[in-house]
């Protein structure tokens, strides 16, 4: 028995001397299966806009796993491993990276900001078929390996590819959401917070539409506390108002083109833009955003269009749009908007 007892130390001793630093360490004692992420989000490509994209949603706390993916390999390993070094200012315990989607399972948002981006001086419908090509590679591997995910576009022509990604992914209407004017309204906000020194959240508007230069702003709605602007100033937004509104909406179009032109590319407004639609979608919110969905049949569009206008996002993705009351020539502009854009799909081969 002295002898047995010796021989079962010694194997003890044995196995302790071969046991890890970790097994030393640390006990296992759940007998489950473990639990896999809850709230994983992936960002397809890894330019400026979908890195700032992925840092605003690191920054708050919004995901438990964070996916990468691009063809870059090079550039995918290096961003995954920059976002890596900083996990210790982070609430998010995997970030992950790979070209192959399969590293995307699971996800319940999925952030497509991938495809050619615009130059100086270009419209965003003018990217359209070069982009359409990439979703066809692009979608049908995100539905592969997330096909109960809400799917988020941010690429441009963003009204046109979150319809391209639609038509492609089979997903029901509520579950591909474009970025769309979410962007537009935070930049009207802020110049209206601007011109009348206030905080941008204190300040009311809309910009609806295509995201680009067909947009529309809803002066009608425009307000600061519950008093409508227009009230105040009969004119705003028109060409006979001595206050030149007008101008902030044309500031929002241009403003993507004035940032191009100074910086290359935008990236740090649309990466919060889109951290902000994140949230509503991943915390269940109910909070309403002006973002692209389809149209037809609402407010006498009647092409199969994605346009924004003020949505309800929760875990459910879309599930409710509120019928914003138009004056007759913002509802005109709305139409012209949603017609510009069918002249560009129209043509599309999918």
């Not at 900001?113 to 692009?138: D, H, P, W």
């Not at 295509?210 to 060409?239: C, F, K, M, R």
């Not at 083109?257 to 919110?285: F, H, P, Q, R």
Request: net charge neutral; aromatic share 4%.
């Amino acid at each position: 028995r002295l002898r047995l007892h010796l021989s079962f130390s010694s194997l003890t001793l044995h196995l302790q001397k071969m046991a890890s630093t970790k097994e030393k360490l640390i006990a296992h004692v759940s007998t489950e299966q473990a639990v896999g992420s809850k709230s994983k989000v992936t960002v397809v490509g890894v330019g400026m806009v979908g890195m700032a994209a992925a840092v605003s949603i690191l920054l708050k706390d919004l995901t438990d796993e964070l996916a990468l993916v691009d063809v870059m390999e090079d550039k995918l390993k290096g961003e995954a491993m920059d976002l890596q070094h900083g996990s210790l200012f982070l609430k998010t315990h995997k970030i992950v990276a790979d070209k192959d989607y399969s590293v995307t399972a699971n996800s319940r948002v999925v952030v497509v900001t991938a495809g050619a981006r615009q130059q100086e001086g270009e419209s965003r419908l003018n990217l359209v078929q070069r982009n359409v090509n990439i979703f066809k590679f692009i979608i049908p591997n995100i539905v592969k390996y997330s096909p109960n995910c809400i799917m988020l576009v941010v690429s441009n022509p963003v009204d046109i590819l979150t319809y391209v990604a639609w038509k492609l992914s089979g997903l029901p209407r509520n579950r591909v959401i474009g970025s769309g004017t979410n962007l537009d309204s935070a930049r009207f906000r802020h110049l209206m917070g601007e011109k009348l020194g206030l905080h941008p959240s204190s300040c009311h508007g809309w910009v609806i539409g295509e995201h680009g230069d067909s947009s529309v702003p809803v002066w009608s709605g425009v307000n600061v506390a519950g008093v409508s602007l227009q009230s105040l100033n009969p004119n705003i937004g028109t060409e006979n108002d001595k206050e030149d509104w007008k101008s902030l909406h044309k500031m929002v179009v241009d403003s993507a083109y004035e940032v191009i032109k100074l910086k290359g590319y935008t990236s740090w407004a649309i990466g919060m833009s889109v951290a902000d639609l994140c949230e509503s979608i991943l915390k269940n919110l109910h909070k309403c955003h002006p973002v692209s969905t389809l149209v037809k049949g609402m407010h006498g569009v009647k092409e199969e269009v994605f346009l924004s206008i003020p949505c309800i996002l929760g875990s459910s993705g879309l599930t409710d749009v509120v019928h914003m009351t138009l004056k007759p020539d913002e509802e005109k502009q709305l139409v012209k908007s949603a017609e510009t854009l069918w002249g560009v799909q129209k043509d599309l081969t999918l």
